[in-house]
């Protein structure tokens, strides 16, 4: 058994130690806003926030969490959909067909986290989430939208 702090949390789940986090999530403990896109940790479709911090869940085994670390989902983002990324998504109309946003915003909240008014160039360099629809002009206006706000949440 494996305890796990997810979006505030504690849980046990009884799973291998090399199963990725990502299935840890979604199968064990049922947040299924997280998605599995390549498996490969290329996407960022799985993206979740391991202290603060943007990482791929898909790659990441379950052993790799270490005790005490906060795993935050989109679902713990913030609750009622009000974190300054998820209202400027919405106000811009940001996601096409949704599938990867989770995985966006979640990157796009844990740069501003780190530096509250990113370059273009940053945020370039930061979101390698890939977006099938091809939003990315979106996402971009979204997160220099939120940085504008001075809200990183």
Known sequence: MARLNVNGVV????????????????????????KYGCGIAQCGACTVHLDGAAVRSCSMPLSAVEPGQKIVTIEGLAPD????????????????????QPGMIMASAALLAQTARPSEDQIRQEITNICRCGTYNRVLAGIKLAAERGQAG
């Open 81 to 100: 959909a009000r974190h300054p990324v998820q209202q400027a998504w919405a106000e811009l109309d940001v996601p096409q067909c949704g599938f990867c």
């Open 11 to 34: 849980r046990e789940v009884d799973a291998e130690p090399d199963t990725p986090l990502l299935w840890v999530i979604r199968e064990q403990i049922g947040l299924t806003g997280t």
